[in-house]
């Protein structure tokens, strides 16, 4: 059973239009979002993040978008350039006793179409 | 800037065979992990440390284990392969538990045969 759950396994948009990509979250004690980028052959790397007690940040074309009532968080980015095709993935955190585990969803492979 | 390494790249195994994967950081990192990622799954967290000398079980360790003997390196074995453990093999590192990002290496691609 997911715990984060990215449904759109792909996504193709022109360059220069808005490119939205979507996580929905079943724990509601989740405490903090992040995304993560990754390129073919490379590991994944971070690109912003969110706390649960925030609803938006922002980083240049980058937005991230919570809204905690449908346990569900959007990643923007506009506008979308060829350099942005890659895997995105969402991440959440779970507060625990020792540890803070963080689960990540399956990933959505963006294509930006020049 | 060489941040988080994995040795090797690809690897190819016979069913029953061992072998340790290699993870080096060289940000001082406190906190490493052990991740797989299979299709359609995202990220399994294996095995993780919060420091020199300790190692946790994560969400999928049967199969493997780890040492942190030293600070700055995390690895991982396989006992003896299987092909269920056919996978990319994600190394991270992070600073802290807290709001801070992980650090992934680029994976090694394991084969088990």
């Known amino acids: 059973d997911q715990q984060v759950k990215q449904n759109s396994p792909s996504l193709s948009v022109q360059e220069g239009r808005i490119s939205i990509l979507n996580c929905d979250y079943t724990?509601?004690?989740?405490?903090?979002f992040l995304w993560y980028k990754k390129y073919p052959a490379e590991g994944p790397t971070f690109l912003i993040s969110?706390?649960?007690?925030?609803d938006k940040n922002e980083d240049g074309r980058f937005t991230v978008f919570l809204n905690k009532s449908a346990k569900h968080l959007s990643l923007h980015i506009v506008p979308s350039q060829p350099g942005d095709s890659a895997v995105y993935f969402c991440?959440?955190?779970?507060?625990?006793?020792?540890?803070?585990?963080?689960?990540f969803g399956p990933g959505t492979s963006l294509s930006v179409i020049p | 800037n060489a941040g988080v390494t994995q040795t090797p790249k690809f690897r190819v195994l016979k069913t029953g065979q061992s072998m340790t994967l290699l993870c080096a950081q060289d940000m001082n990192h406190e906190y490493m992990y052990w991740y797989r990622q299979d299709p359609g799954m995202g990220l399994r967290l294996i095995h993780y440390?919060?420091?020199?000398?300790?190692?946790a079980k994560g969400e999928v360790p049967d199969g493997y284990n780890v040492s942190r003997l030293k600070k700055q390196n995390f690895l991982l074995g396989l006992e003896s392969a299987a092909p269920s453990q056919t996978s990319v093999y994600f190394c991270?590192?992070?600073?802290?538990?807290?709001?801070?990002?992980?650090?992934f290496g680029d994976g090694t691609r394991l084969s088990i045969l």
């Open positions: 440390s919060v420091g020199e000398g300790t190692t």
């Open positions: 724990n509601s004690m989740f405490d903090y």
């Open positions: 969110i706390s649960s007690i925030k």
């Open positions: 991440a959440a955190r779970a507060p625990g006793t020792s540890y803070d585990k963080v689960i």
């Open positions: 991270a590192s992070g600073r802290d538990n807290n709001n801070q990002p992980q650090h």
